[in-house]
C-alpha cells in the first residue's frame, strides 16, 4: 500500500499567475511542514492535495488515490483550510455533527464521533455555542476538530496555529506529534519557519511558486548555505572593493562589471557577506547600491537567520 | 449514498427555507394569492352593495332583458319601475344638429348591473356587467398563470433558490466543506438539487393553492362544488402539478447557471429572454425551452394573440402543442441533460473565493 503523498511535476496557474512550478514531493508520514512567505504557494498545494483545485499540468495522489475521486480521497484525508468563514446559523456541535453526517455515517456515530473530536481540541466548553460567536482561536480549534473528526490518514492543516495563544499552541503542537506518532500524516503550513521547525520531520521551503528546500531542517540550513547567492554592487572604485572580497573565504566569485561602475559578487554565506559589506563601508568605501540577484533563496534565507521577517 | 443525499438536503433546506438572502421569494410566491384576495374581498362587498340596491328597488331579471334599444324612459319606468341610480347631463352629448341631452339609469338585479343609456329620452345603448362569474375569473387566472406566475415568479424564485446552492456557498466562502465530504460530486449536485426542489416546489405549490382558493373563495359553495364536479379538480392538479415541473425545469437552469456564472443577472436575463421568445421560434429550438413544454400542460388556454400585431402574429411559427405526456416527457428529457451537463461541471468544480 502506497503511503505517500506525491507531486509529480506538478505546475498551477491562476491565468496568468503562478501559483506554482514544477513541484515534484514525495511526503511521508509524520509531520511536514509546508513553509514560504505570502504567496509563495503554501495553500494551492495544499487545495491540489485536496481536490479542490486541480493541476494545471502534473498529477497529485495522495496514498495512491488521485484527488478526481473525492468519494475515496476524502476519507483519507481531513483538511482544515485557510478560509476562516463556515456555514451560517451553526453551533460548534452541529457543525462538526452536519458534516460528518455527509459521510453517510449514522446519528449515533456522528454524535460520537463529533464529541471525541471537539474534546480532543479541548472546545467542549463552547461546542453548544454559535460558530458567530467564537474568537479567531475557537475558530481554529472547530476547524481542526472537523478535519480530525473522521480519523483520516492524511491531515492537511493551512496555518493551524495562526490565532492561538501559547498555551493553546503548546497543545495543539503535542496533538500533531500525537497524530504522527499514530503514523498518519500531519502537513502543516506557515510562514515563519521558527514556528515549525522544532516540530517538523520534514521541512519543505517555498518560495514564489518553487520549492526551494526540501528535507530535514539540518539539510535544508545546509542547503541555503551551499547555494551561492548573487549580488550586485554599484560603487565608485569596484577594483578596489573588488579586491578586498577576495580576501574574503566565503566569496566563491567576485566579477568586475564591462562598463566599470560595479561588481557582480557570488557568496555562499550571505550572512557574512552582508556584515563585511557593512565593515567596508565604515573603511571608506562608498556603496551606492546593494541589489541581491536571486531573490527566490534570498528571501529563503531571510526566513532562516531572520526568523520572522514581517 | 442515499444517506449523503438526505444529509445534504437537511443541511441545504434549513438553509434554503430560512435564508434572510431568499425572502423575497416568498413574495413573489404569496403576492398574487393576495391580489387575488383583494379582488375577492372587493367582488364580495359589490355583490353584497348590489344585493341592498336590489331590495330597494325590486326588479326581475327577465324583465331587464326585456328592455329594448329603442324604448323611451316612460316605457322603461313602466316595466322596470324607478332605477336605483339616475345621472342625466344636459345637453352632454353632441350630435349632426348640436347638442342633446344624456342620461343615464341604473338597475340591478342583485348579480348584474345594467346601465341604460338615454338619449333625448330613448335607450340607445344597455351595458351590463355581469357578476364575477367563474368562467370569467378562471380565465384571468389562466392567463395571470401563465404570464405572470410561471414565467416571472418561479422563474425568478427558482433563479434565487437554485443560482444559491452553489454560487451562494462560494460567496459565503463555505462550499469547500461540503468538497471535502467523500462523495462524487454529482452526488453533492443531486442532494443540493434536491433540496432546492423540494423548497422551491414547497413554497410556489403552496402559492398555486392560495391563489385558487382565494379566487374561488366568493363563490356560493354551490358554484364551486358544480365546478369541482366539472373540470375542477382535473385543473387544480393541473395548475399545481405545471408549478412543480416548473421548478423541477428551471431549477436545474438555475442550478448549471450557478455553478457557472458568478453573476447571476446573465444567466437571468438571458434565459428569461430565451423563454419569452420562444414563441417566435422555429418548432425545433421550441422544444429547448421549459415554457413551451408548461403552456402545453396548462389546463386552459390563455391565448396571447390578443394584444399581438398581425405582424407578430405572423412571426409565431405553428408548432403544434405536443400532448400532455408528450410535454411532460420533453420537459424531463431537457431537465436531465441539463443536469448531466451540471454534473460533468460539478467534477471539475473548483473552489476560488477570490475577490468578484
Ligand atoms: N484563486 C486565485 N486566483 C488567482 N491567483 C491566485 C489564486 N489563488 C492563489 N493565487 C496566486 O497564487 C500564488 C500562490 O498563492 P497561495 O495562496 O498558494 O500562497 P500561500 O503560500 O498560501 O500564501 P499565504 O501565506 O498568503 O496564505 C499567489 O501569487 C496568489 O496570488
Ligand atoms: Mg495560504
Known amino acids: 500500500m502506497n503511503t505517500t503523498v506525491t507531486f509529480d511535476n506538478v505546475s498551477r496557474f491562476y491565468g496568468e499567475v503562478l501559483g506554482v512550478n514544477r513541484v515534484t514531493l514525495s511526503i511521508p508520514p509524520g509531520i511536514t511542514s509546508l513553509v514560504g512567505p505570502n504567496g509563495s504557494g503554501k495553500t494551492t498545494l495544499m487545495n491540489m492535495m485536496a481536490g479542490l483545485v486541480r493541476p494545471t499540468r502534473g498529477e497529485v495522489r495522495v496514498l495512491g488515490i488521485s484527488p478526481n475521486e473525492p468519494q475515496r480521497l476524502c476519507h483519507m484525508i481531513g483538511y482544515a483550510t485557510q478560509f476562516d468563514s463556515f456555514p451560517r446559523g451553526l453551533t460548534g456541535q452541529e457543525f462538526i455533527y452536519s458534516f460528518l453526517r455527509l459521510f453517510g455515517y449514522s446519528h449515533d456515530r456522528c454524535v460520537k464521533q463529533a464529541e471525541t473530536a471537539i474534546a480532543r481540541v479541548r472546545m467542549t466548553g463552547a461546542a453548544a455555542r454559535k460558530i458567530a460567536g467564537y474568537s479567531k482561536g475557537m475558530r481554529q480549534r472547530i476547524k481542526l476538530a472537523l478535519a480530525i473528526a473522521h480519523d483520516p490518514r492524511v491531515l492537511i492543516l493551512d496555518e493551524p496555529l495562526n490565532g ?113 559589506l557593512n565593515d567596508l563601508a565604515v573603511n571608506g568605501i562608498e556603496l551606492e547600491g546593494v541589489t541581491p540577484l536571486d531573490d527566490n533563496v534570498n528571501s529563503v534565507y531571510e526566513y532562516l537567520i531572520g526568523g520572522e521577517s514581517r | 449514498m442515499m444517506a449523503q443525499i438526505a444529509s445534504v438536503m437537511r443541511l441545504e433546506l434549513k438553509k434554503t427555507f430560512f435564508s434572510r438572502r431568499g425572502l423575497w421569494v416568498y413574495v413573489l410566491a404569496f403576492a398574487p394569492a393576495l391580489i387575488y384576495l383583494i379582488h375577492a374581498v372587493d367582488v364580495t362587498r359589490d355583490h353584497e352593495h348590489r344585493q341592498a340596491l336590489a331590495a330597494a328597488h325590486p326588479v326581475a331579471t327577465e324583465t331587464l332583458h326585456s328592455i329594448k334599444e329603442g324604448m323611451t324612459t316612460d316605457e322603461v319606468v313602466a316595466a322596470a319601475g324607478e332605477p336605483y341610480a339616475v345621472k342625466t347631463f344636459p345637453g352632454g352629448r353632441r350630435r349632426a344638429g348640436g347638442f342633446r341631452d344624456l342620461a343615464i339609469y341604473q338597475y340591478t338585479d342583485g348579480d348584474s348591473d345594467f346601465a341604460l343609456v338615454l338619449v333625448e329620452g330613448k335607450v340607445e345603448r344597455i351595458n351590463e356587467q355581469d357578476r364575477c362569474n367563474l368562467k370569467k375569473d378562471s380565465a384571468i387566472f389562466a392567463t395571470v398563470f401563465q404570464f405572470f406566475y410561471l414565467r416571472l415568479a418561479v422563474f425568478f424564485g427558482c433563479v434565487g433558490i437554485f443560482m444559491n446552492l452553489f454560487r451562494g456557498e462560494m460567496l459565503d466562502k463555505s462550499l469547500h466543506f461540503y468538497l471535502l465530504a467523500p462523495m462524487r460530486r454529482e452526488v453533492l449536485l443531486a442532494g443540493k438539487y434536491l433540496a432546492g426542489l423540494v423548497a422551491a416546489a414547497t413554497i410556489f405549490v403552496t402559492g398555486t393553492a392560495l391563489q385558487l382558493a382565494a379566487l374561488s373563495w366568493h363563490f356560493e359553495p354551490g358554484a364551486v362544488s358544480e365546478y369541482l364536479r366539472g373540470p375542477g379538480w382535473g385543473q387544480i392538479a393541473a395548475y399545481l402539478g405545471v408549478t412543480v415541473l416548473a421548478c423541477i425545469g428551471y431549477g436545474s437552469i438555475f442550478l448549471l447557471a450557478g455553478l457557472v456564472f458568478r453573476n447571476p443577472i446573465i444567466p437571468a436575463a438571458g434565459v428569461l429572454l430565451w423563454e419569452s421568445i420562444n414563441l417566435f421560434l422555429p418548432a425545433s429550438l421550441k422544444k429547448i425551452s421549459i415554457i413551451f413544454y408548461l403552456q402545453a400542460l396548462c389546463p386552459v388556454v390563455a391565448s396571447p394573440d390578443r394584444g399581438l400585431s398581425l405582424l407578430q402574429r405572423l412571426l409565431i411559427s405553428s408548432a403544434e402543442p405536443p400532448q400532455a405526456w408528450v410535454a411532460m416527457l420533453g420537459l424531463m428529457v431537457v431537465t436531465l441533460a441539463v443536469l448531466v451537463f451540471a454534473g460533468r461541471r460539478a467534477r471539475r468544480l473548483e473552489i476560488n473565493y477570490g475577490t468578484e
Open chain 1, 164 to 276: 492561538l495563544d501559547p498555551l493553546v499552541r503548546n497543545e495543539t503542537i503535542a496533538l500533531f506529534r500525537e497524530m504522527a506518532h499514530e503514523g498518519r500524516h500531519v502537513i502543516v503550513s506557515s510562514h515563519v519557519l521558527h514556528e515549525v521547525d522544532q516540530i517538523s520531520d520534514q521541512v519543505i521551503l517555498l518560495s514564489n511558486g518553487y520549492v526551494v528546500a526540501e528535507g530535514q531542517i539540518h539539510d535544508v540550513r545546509g542547503e541555503i548555505k551551499d547555494h551561492p547567492m548573487q549580488v550586485w554592487i554599484r560603487c565608485a572604485q569596484p577594483s578596489v572593493l573588488a579586491s578586498k572580497l577576495f580576501e574574503m573565504d566565503h566569496v566563491v566569485e567576485a566579477r568586475l562589471a564591462q562598463d566599470g561602475a560595479g561588481v557582480l559578487v557570488k557568496t555562499r554565506d550571505a550572512d557574512r557577506f552582508y556584515r563585511t
